[in-house]
């Protein structure tokens, strides 16, 4: 029985994905056969050993279950479905998602970077620029590991700021403000669906691509998963993804829309998304013949983000400092201060090293829909030679992975490749350039995708729900009582230090490092003195009042 060379494609991109998943599975077991306790390695390194190598049976079984008719034709409907009815996609999606965020994610910023962003919101709601804290209580209530790092005390004033860009805080304000900070990242995820929706249609002009984007999208658990997060990936995304769509046919007023949006993602919470995806987009601008109309219109929506984004830089950098004796440092001049935001980041070579960027694709790889990292290559390559927006998106995609090389740190916690999801809309547009008048491709991809959506996603939000119950329960707890203040010994336990989440004025239980034993006792008899211990661990003790 002979194949047609469509459905010889789809075999070949099925097989190709299954050796590269094959290969990917070899070398993480190999890698992690070295790690005696999963829980005394770096968490990045902890994630894709302990998590990520497990989600490749799954991703293998559905690269197979994908080639069976029935699937196919289910994925080929799918597909076409999501293209004519976005918006129902998108709500039922957005509802899920907000789901998501209290049965998986616990309503918990589970990393530092999610917490730093939401304790600024919580500061803005208050209509204020810091946070409060007494200053003889600021080494209790932040560690000094991440004072700097994360958050930024005032020894002297006891003021404390988160020190990312505020954009996304200023995004989570109004949500933070109504008690549902876990629902911008749904309604963003959402948005994002209807935003590629168009951007495909611009692209490809029929429905049914714009579905296969809207499917592949939806599908990928590094969509899904960041957006029940806290992350500011999901907000970095749909700014991208609005970007493309307002530059992909230029014109001045367009090109202001566009940056605007740049502007404001250059101020999300650090530039550095924006500008590895922006450049390529700016630079075939300037190829064409209306590049002065078009590019000035885009400076000028840019114009915002300079002094917004330098004072706010500068006011976080010179914030603290002064001439007591916890000071931090000498005020920082205006015309020092890009250089040294720049070092304190990047470098000429990485410490990360080779193996970490080899590990960054591998998860690029597993976090998308099966074969869909494949397909977006082979769509690239029968675009060849790249031309126009394609070739912007291409440098998007590439400058992003390669710009983050001269990062001096890995990406720590986080769900997917998160350093590169601010072009990850290239992979799906790529891919759909690869299955457009080829079926059975497109049928294939689809059923991965189905299968992906069904099972791979739900199989990522348990292991995400696990990884957090575990985390949670690294709290001391008490059966009796009304807890008021939690002290966390940060030396024992995986990543305990991410426990230590405060509000910025303290309201609402506490949660306090152990520094030491006596001086946590004589320290909760001077300042709480109506909170009684009601039971203690190895973890730490737990301060409230009996019932």
């Not at 992690?32 to 302990?50: E, S, T, W």
């Not at 049928?443 to 575990?470: K, N, P």
Request: aromatic share 12%; charged share 10%.
């Amino acid at each position: 029985m002979s194949h047609s060379p469509d459905s010889k494609d789809a075999i070949a991109l099925a097989a190709a994905s299954l050796a590269v998943s094959a290969l990917i599975w070899a070398t993480l077991a190999a890698l992690r056969a070295g790690v005696g306790d999963p829980f005394q390695i770096p968490v990045y390194r902890h994630l894709i050993f302990f998590q990520d190598f497990y989600a490749v049976a799954p991703f293998i079984a559905a690269l197979a279950l994908a080639l069976l008719a029935p699937l196919r034709r289910m994925g080929a409907a799918a597909a076409g479905w999501c293209g004519r009815h976005v918006l129902l996609v998108a709500g039922l999606s957005g509802a899920a998602l907000a789901a998501g965020t209290g049965l998986v994610y616990h309503h918990h910023p589970l990393s530092l970077d999610e917490y730093a962003v939401l304790f600024q919101s919580r500061v803005f709601a208050a209509g204020r620029l810091t946070g409060q804290y007494p200053p003889a209580l600021i080494d209790w209530l932040i560690p000094q590991f991440f004072q700097g790092r994360f958050v930024k005390p005032s020894y002297e004033t006891g003021q404390v700021i988160a020190i990312y860009w505020p954009g996304f805080s200023t995004l989570l304000t109004p949500f933070t403000a109504l008690g549902t900070p876990w629902l911008l990242n749904p309604l963003l995820g959402a948005g994002t669906l209807l935003v590629v929706h168009q951007l495909a249609l611009r692209l490809f002009r029929d429905a049914q691509s714009a579905g296969y984007a809207v499917l592949f999208t939806l599908a990928s658990p590094a969509v899904t998963i960041n957006a029940i997060s806290y992350y500011s990936m999901p907000a970095h995304l749909l700014a991208s993804a609005l970007y493309a769509l307002l530059l992909v046919e230029p014109t001045p007023r367009r090109a202001l829309g566009a940056g605007l949006v740049g502007s404001a993602a250059l101020l999300l919470h650090n530039p550095a998304p924006h500008l590895l995806f922006a450049l390529p987009w700016i630079a075939w601008l300037a190829t064409r013949p209306d590049r002065w109309r078009v590019l000035g219109a885009l400076a000028a929506g840019y114009l915002p983000s300079i002094p917004l984004g330098w004072s706010w830089a500068l006011f976080a950098e010179n914030f603290g400092r002064g001439a007591g004796a916890h000071s931090i440092g000498a005020t920082v001049p205006a015309g020092n201060l890009l250089s040294r935001l720049l070092g304190r980041v990047f470098a000429w070579s990485s410490s990360t090293g080779f193996s970490s960027h080899l590990l960054d694709l591998f998860k690029l790889w597993l976090w998308a829909v099966p074969a869909l990292v494949a397909a977006a290559a082979l769509g690239a390559w029968r675009e060849r030679p790249l031309r126009g927006p394609w070739l912007a998106l291409a440098g998007s995609a590439a400058l992003t992975y390669f710009g983050y090389f001269l990062v001096q740190f890995d990406q720590g916690h986080g769900w997917g490749f998160r350093y590169f999801h601010s072009a990850w809309l290239a992979v799906p547009l790529f891919a759909v350039c690869a299955i457009r008048r080829a079926p059975a491709l497109a049928s294939y991809l689809g059923a991965c995708a189905l299968l992906s959506l069904v099972v791979l996603t739900g199989f990522r939000a348990v292991q995400v729900e696990q990884y957090i119950a575990r985390h949670l329960a690294q709290r001391p707890a008490v059966a009796a009582g009304d807890a008021r203040v939690t002290f966390v010994d940060i030396s024992r336990g995986y990543y305990a230090w991410d426990l230590i989440q405060n509000d910025p004025f303290l309201r609402g239980p506490i949660t306090f490092r152990v520094r030491e034993p006596a001086a946590d006792r004589a320290m909760m008899a001077q300042r709480f003195p109506q909170y009684e211990l009601l039971g203690s661990d190895a973890r730490g003790s737990v301060w409230g009042l009996r019932r």
